[in-house]
């Protein structure tokens, strides 16, 4: 029932810890190796660099909504947005 999951690649999964600077802080953030890829992607098609990216994103967040609780989760939502828009026709 589950093969097309069960079978993904455990790297893709594994957890890596980056460290990145947004408003002049020094975060750590811990994703998947698969978020980071595709936040890797989603960066280069808007012509920044991952750590840019998610400043911005994280910015603009902030003067939408007031603060970003969780980060992380921000991330990762954003990526499955990102993934599922590609995807349409």
């Not at 975060?27 to 890829?37: D, H, P, V, Y």
């Not at 902030?62 to 828009?85: F, K, M, P, Q």
Request: aromatic share 6%.
């Amino acid at each position: 029932m589950c093969e097309l999951y069960a079978s993904q690649n455990p790297d893709l999964y594994r957890v890596s810890k980056k460290s990145i600077r947004i408003q002049g802080v020094v975060t750590s953030l811990a994703l998947e190796n698969k978020i980071w890829q595709v936040l890797e992607q989603i960066a280069e098609q808007e012509n920044l660099s991952v750590p840019q990216f998610i400043s911005t994103l994280y910015q603009e967040s902030v003067e939408r909504h007031g603060a970003v609780d969780n980060l992380a989760s921000l991330l990762r939502i954003s990526c499955l947005t990102y993934l599922l828009n590609s995807t349409k026709p």
